[in-house]
């Protein structure tokens, strides 16, 4: 397995590897960053401005499953746990950790927020905090669910989570502790579901228009849209080949 995530800077990036040696040898994963220089292109290949040079590249204890990046710091996924590393001196040094079920496969960070998913324990809300270098769990589901991805999603002022599921369904969980469903927060709401009749397997955030184009005859700054008003798209592709894309409605409009 291999897959990368932008951290640090924007020059930087993290990649994590994973073999398997057979069923006798635990797997192993191993953590690589590189530094994304610019050089002088070869004249024939104008895209050759840019070369990798490695910066770390050491083997992990286990199977590195997911890399995050969370303000400033790397966020990874080593099987059951979650560590949160600084990269000082050309090396990863352990900022916190935090023990979870049985196997984390997806992580979504907002933030301090990190959104992970357990492959048959549905999913679970950490708080990240970098003064005192701990990671907390705020809530989560606690019922069992085989999640294939997850995601956050901007309404306005307002953030929930997306999940896709073995069942083909994507499902919206929300943090609600005034609600007495929420067990005093410790469990998050399940707000809503849709069965699609596909496996999601990946999902990209984005931001929409901050001008509303319907109001003619006003300037850019008069027509920029409330920060209540304000959502980012969700675009999911499909292990069949599809892409779709999933955007909050006001109750109103609906």
């Known amino acids: 397995v291999v897959s990368t995530q932008s951290t640090v800077s924007s020059g930087i990036n993290a990649e994590y590897r994973m073999s398997s040696m057979g069923e006798e040898v635990s797997a ?60 000082i001196h050309n090396d990863l040094v352990g900022v916190a950790f935090i023990d979870t079920q049985i196997y984390i496969h997806s992580i979504s960070v907002v933030k301090n927020f990190v ?36 995601a956050f999603v901007v309404d306005g002022t307002n953030l929930g989570f997306l999940v896709s599921d073995s069942n083909c369904n994507l499902v919206i969980y929300i943090y609600q502790p005034e609600s007495v469903d929420s067990q005093g927060g410790m469990k998050l709401i399940r707000k809503s579901d849709i069965n699609i009749g596909a496996h999601v397997n990946a999902f990209v955030r984005t931001g929409t228009r901050i001008h509303d184009g319907s109001i003619l005859g006003t ?30 409605l006001a109750e109103k409009r609906y």
């Open 115 to 150: 959104l992970y998913a357990d492959i048959t324990k549905s999913i679970s809300l950490l708080n990240f905090d970098r003064e005192c270098k701990t990671l907390s769990v705020i809530s989560r589901d606690f019922e069992p669910m085989e999640v294939y991805r997850t």
């Open 28 to 87: 192993r994963g191993k953590i690589m960053i590189f530094d994304v220089m610019e050089v002088v292109p070869d004249p024939e290949k104008p895209l050759s401005g840019y070369k990798f040079k490695c910066l770390y590249d050491k083997e992990q204890k286990g199977p590195v499953t997911e890399v995050a990046c969370i303000l400033g710091h790397i966020i990874s996924a080593i099987g059951q746990k979650l560590y949160v590393w600084s990269f």
């Open 219 to 248: 300037t850019p700054a008069s027509s920029l849209l409330h920060p209540s008003e304000k959502r980012h798209v969700t675009w999911f592709g499909t292990l069949d080949g599809a892409i779709g894309s999933f955007l909050p």
